[in-house]
């Protein structure tokens, strides 16, 4: 009995709901339209703001905190629909006032900065938001990786500014002329904000390792690979410093990009392009560290895309892959081959150098894929590096500093 009556209930408010969802209380979402945009001439360019981003970004301090660079605007009373009760174009500037009487100013050049053509949106892109990055494979390497003095980088901003963005753009650079000390990497990481610690430390030694609880501390050959990817948020960007290199045969660097690998495999094999960016891998990390014990897992596929189908991140690493495997076991067979097809394409288009000591190889570590080849390490020949990591948040955020300071996005921030 008192089934049946929760039944009759919960039918009853079944029934009820069309009715509560066609009523006021729902808004119904509707596309912009030319009546809700204001149209102005800028420098004879015709450009359109929609009413609502006019009020939303009023720039008179009852609406945005200047120091703080905030939108303190009060959403409560916030009307989506607004639309201006006047309209002056004059001096420069554009008069907007409101059905509240409020009174909003905005300079003809911050408007034209920020307006919705095609244009203009991609001049911010890569003026303010992000560089665009071009890829390479191995052929290219010595073209694309620049090398910028170590002493010139701390001194100047211009020569600060020109190695991030070529890091950006490219996904590695090379900086020369380095101390020989441990602590080289600090002052260099300072210019631009601070590191990335992991259970590792803030920095690391990269030397041969008897029981050692990571594979890159060991002589032998080391699997091309991207660091880290059991981190939800992965380092960014790998800096190594070469203290010591190794004068036996080996030890050469590895380094693919593996946007162009990605992009080659979209063309060439898309099937196994899908796999890889649609099967979930575990990577995992476990052990101890220093007397820390870690136990780090995290999924992500190979290839990550976002919603525009441009890669943002891309995690591999043989050893750090867990063996646990959270797809389909039909996923299975055809996975194992799209990833060997993709570690096969990594070794074709990779570039193969030799550091020198006095040099910091800098590369994106969510972009790159690297290695080294195996040396003999003995008592009088040994190879040293020390290695650190900086978010992309840092590196991105210093480089629009920069940007402002010295004068390159055309002062209308």
């Known amino acids: 009995m008192f089934t049946l009556t929760r039944l009759k209930s919960t039918n009853n408010i079944l029934k009820t709901l069309p009715k509560l969802i066609s009523g006021s209380q729902i808004h119904s979402i509707k596309k912009n339209k030319p009546q809700d945009h204001l149209k102005v001439k800028i420098q004879g360019e015709e450009l359109q703001f929609p009413y609502v981003w006019l ?3 009023c720039q008179c301090e009852q609406c945005f905190h200047y120091s703080a660079r905030s939108r303190i605007l009060d959403w409560s009373y916030f009307d989506p629909d607004v639309k201006p009760e006047n309209v002056i174009k004059k001096d420069e500037h554009l008069h907007v006032t409101w059905p509240d009487g409020h009174a909003s100013s905005y300079k003809y050049d911050w408007l034209k900065f920020r307006s919705f053509t095609t244009k203009s949106q991609a001049n911010y892109n890569q003026t303010i938001y992000r560089p665009k990055k071009e890829t390479w494979q191995g052929n290219d390497f010595e073209k694309i990786c620049s090398k910028h003095d170590y002493n010139e980088i701390l001194q100047s901003d211009e020569a ?5 963005y070529k890091l950006s753009i490219y996904g590695v650079a090379l900086l020369e002329n380095t101390p020989g000390v441990e602590t080289a990497l600090d002052p260099l990481v300072a210019k631009i904000g ?7 430390g803030v920095k690391f030694v990269v030397e041969n390792v008897p029981n050692t609880s990571n594979v890159a501390y060991l002589s032998s050959n080391l699997q091309m690979h991207t660091d880290l990817p059991y981190y939800e948020y992965c380092p960014g960007v790998n800096l190594l410093h070469c203290l010591v290199q190794t004068a036996s045969q080996g030890g050469e660097n590895l380094l693919s990009d593996c946007h162009y690998v990605a992009n080659y ?8 392009f899908k796999l890889l960016t649609d099967v979930e891998v575990e990577w995992s ?3 101890t560290q220093d007397g820390l014990e870690f136990f780090k897992l995290y999924r992500s596929p190979v290839i990550v895309l976002d919603k525009h189908g441009e890669i943002t991140r891309i995690s591999f690493s043989i050893p750090q892959r867990g063996s646990h495997f959270p797809g389909s076991i039909e996923d299975v067979i055809p996975w194992y081959k799209a990833h060997s097809l993709f570690y096969e394409l990594g070794h074709k288009f990779a570039a193969k150098f030799k550091n020198k000591a006095g040099n910091v190889l800098v590369f994106d570590n969510i972009r790159l894929l690297h290695g080294r080849a195996g040396y003999q390490d ?3 020949n040994v190879r040293k590096l020390i290695g650190g990591y900086v978010d992309w948040d840092e590196i991105y955020s210093r480089l629009r500093c920069l ?3 010295l004068n390159k996005n055309g002062g209308v921030l």
């Open 265 to 272: 495999m979209k063309v060439n094999h898309p099937e196994e």
């Open 285 to 287: 990390d476990v052990g």
């Open 403 to 405: 940007k402002v300071k």
């Open 55 to 57: 009020r939303d970004n």
């Open 194 to 200: 601070f590191t990335k610690r992991t259970h590792y």
């Open 378 to 380: 003995s008592g009088n």
């Open 160 to 164: 600060l500014y020109n190695w991030l």
